[in-house]
C-alpha cells in the first residue's frame, strides 16, 4: 500500500500553489493514499484549502508556536515523527523544500531524489541534471522509505472540489533552539509572483542597465506579468536575485514568457522550457534563445520595447 | 581560535556544453575540463574572508573524489587555504554518504563552521549541506547571501523564492552558499607555486568506516526533449498580431 505525506508550504496564512502541484504528482503514483501536512502556528485556512485539492485524503495539523515560520531544523523531526505511517514523504522543490526535505531524509536514514519531473512508477522517477543538460531515471528500492522533491514547473496544480477530513496531530518530539528566524523582506512590488505568474517578461544583459531595466517593469506592468531576468543581468546588478529564472534561479512554467535581450544560455533555458508559448526579443538572429522561441523578433530591444507598450495599447 | 571546513567538488566546468553519451549510460566527461563546482569555490572565498578578518584560524578544504580531484585541491590551497583534505574514492557516492564522510573529517577537525556550495552543478542535487546538517544535529543556513558572525552565532540572510530572509544560528553550523554571496579571487601565479608545499592529506575512503552504499540506481541518460523551433516574425505588428491569435493578449 502506497502512503504519501505531502508537506505544504504556505506563508501569511495561505497555502502556496506547489502544493498542488505536488499533490498533482503524488496522485500520478498508483494507487496511493495521500495526506497533507500542514506545520504552522495556526493552520486553519491553509489546512482548509488543503482539504479541498482533488485527491487529498487527509490533512493533518500540526499546530506549534515553533511553526510560525519554516525553520527546516525545526519542522524536520515533527515530519520525521509523522513519516512513520508513510512509505513516500514529497515536499515542492522550491527554496522551502529544498532546504527541509534533505534534512528529513536524512534523519530517517535515506537517500533523497530531488527535482522528480515525471513519474514511471511508484519507486521509479525522472529528474534533470546537469542544469537540465540529461534527464535521468532514478530508481530507489522499496523497502525504504521515499523522500522526494518535486519539480513544480513539470506538474499541473491537482484541481479543487476535493472535501479531506482534517486532524490535528501533536508528535512528541524535542524541538531544537538553535536557529531563530530574524526576518523576511519580501520584494512588495504589487507585481505577480514570479514562480507562480502565467505571465512573465524577463530581461537580459542587453539592458545594459538598471535604469534601462525599467523598460521591463514597464511592459511587465502593461501585460500584468511578473518580472524575471537572466543571470547575467543579476551579476551585472540590473535586476535582483530573486529576480533570477534558470537552474541557479527559479524554475518557471508561465502560459507567456517574453524574453527580451536574453542570448539563451542553457542555464536560462533550463529555467523557462515548460513555457507554453516563449516570445524572444534579441538584435543577434543567431542567439540560441530563437532555437527555443515559438516567436522570434530580431531587432533593438530599444526600439521595439515602445513600439510593444504602445500597440499593446 | 576556530577552524572553517570547505568541501570542493570536482566537477565539469561550468562553461562546457555538457553531452549525453549514446548508450545513455552517463555524460561525456573524458577530455573534458573538470573544475571546482562554482557554489563550492564561493564557499571557500567566503571561508578566506572570514579568516582575512579574524573570525578564523584556519581554512581547511576537503574533497571526496578521484586521486585527480587532488587538482581542485592545490586550487583551493592557491586560493588562500591551509591544507587540504582528500577522501579518495573511485566511484561517485550520494549526498547521504557524502555527508556521513564529512561527519567524519567533522569529529576529527571539530570545525566552527562548515561552508558548502548549496548545489553540485553535476547532480543538481542540493542535499549534502542540509543531510550534514542533519546528522550532526547542528543548525543549517542554506543559500547564504551574507554572512555576519557574531561570537558563537551567525546572521546569514538566505536567498529564498518570496526574496530575503535572515535566520541567527548557534554555532558550529553547517552553511550552504547562493551566488551572490561574494566573487571568488583569482588564483596568482606565485600562489600556485606556494600551494605545491601547502599539507595535502588522503584519506581512503574505506578506511573512515562509512555506509557509502548506494540507494539508487541512475540509469537512462538522455538529452532534454527539443521544443520545436518557432518562427521570426517581421516587426512588432506581426509579433502582437500573433500573440492575438494564439489568444495570449486580447
Known sequence: ?313 | MSKILVGLKRVVDYNVRVRVKPDGSGVVTEGVKMSINPFDEIALEEALRIKEKGGASEVIVAAIGPQDAQQQLRTGLAMGADRAILVQADQPIEPLAVARVFLKLIEKESPEIVLLGKQGIDDDNNQTGQMLAALWNRPQATFASKIELAGNTAKVTREVDAGLETIEIDLPAVITTDLRLNEPRYVKLPEIMKAKKKPLETLLLADLGVDVAAQFKVSNYAPPPARQKGIIVKDVGELVAALKQKGLIQ
Do not use: W
Open chain 1, 1 to 313: 500500500m502506497i502512503k504519501i505525506l505531502v508537506i505544504a508550504e504556505h506563508a501569511g496564512g495561505k497555502l502556496n500553489p506547489s502544493t498542488a502541484k505536488c499533490v498533482s504528482c503524488a496522485s500520478q503514483i498508483e494507487g496511493a493514499e495521500i495526506d497533507v501536512a500542514v506545520l504552522a502556528a495556526d493552520a486553519g485556512e491553509v489546512a482548509a484549502r488543503a482539504a479541498e485539492l482533488a485527491g487529498v485524503k487527509r490533512v493533518i495539523k500540526v499546530e506549534h508556536g515553533a511553526n510560525a515560520e519554516p525553520i527546516a531544523a525545526i519542522q524536520a523531526p515533527q515530519i520525521v515523527a509523522l513519516a512513520n505511517d508513510y512509505t513516500h514523504v514529497l515536499g515542492p522543490s522550491t527554496t522551502f523544500g529544498k532546504d527541509l526535505m534533505p534534512r528529513v531524509a536524512a534523519l530517517l536514514g535515506v537517500g533523497q531524489v530531488s527535482d522528480i519531473m515525471a513519474v514511471e512508477a511508484p519507486y521509479r522517477f525522472r529528474r534533470p541534471v546537469y542544469a537540465g543538460n540529461a534527464i535521468v531515471t532514478v530508481e530507489a528500492a522499496s523497502d525504504r522509505k521515499l523522500v522526494a522533491t518535486v519539480r513544480t514547473a513539470s506538474f499541473q496544480a491537482a484541481s479543487t472540489g476535493g472535501n479531506a477530513e482534517i486532524q490535528t496531530v501533536q508528535p512528541s518530539v524535542e524541538l531544537p533552539t538553535h536557529t531563530r528566524f530574524v526576518s523576511r523582506s519580501a520584494a512588495a512590488t504589487g507585481r505577480p509572483d514570479l514562480q507562480t505568474a502565467t505571465r512573465v517578461v524577463s530581461g537580459g544583459r542587453a539592458l545594459g542597465s538598471a535604469e534601462q531595466f525599467k523598460l521591463i517593469y514597464s511592459l511587465a506592468d502593461k501585460l500584468g506579468a511578473a518580472v524575471g531576468a537572466s543571470r547575467a543581468a543579476v551579476d551585472a546588478g540590473y535586476a535582483a536575485n530573486d529576480l533570477q529564472v534558470g537552474q541557479t534561479g527559479k524554475i518557471i512554467a508561465p502560459e507567456l514568457y517574453i524574453a527580451v535581450g536574453i542570448s539563451g544560455a542553457i542555464q536560462h533555458l533550463t529555467g523557462i522550457k515548460d513555457a507554453r508559448t516563449i516570445v524572444a526579443i534579441n538584435k543577434d538572429s543567431e542567439a540560441p534563445i530563437f532555437e527555443v522561441a515559438d516567436l522570434g523578433l530580431v531587432g533593438d530591444l530599444f526600439e521595439i520595447l515602445p513600439e510593444l507598450e504602445r500597440q499593446l495599447g
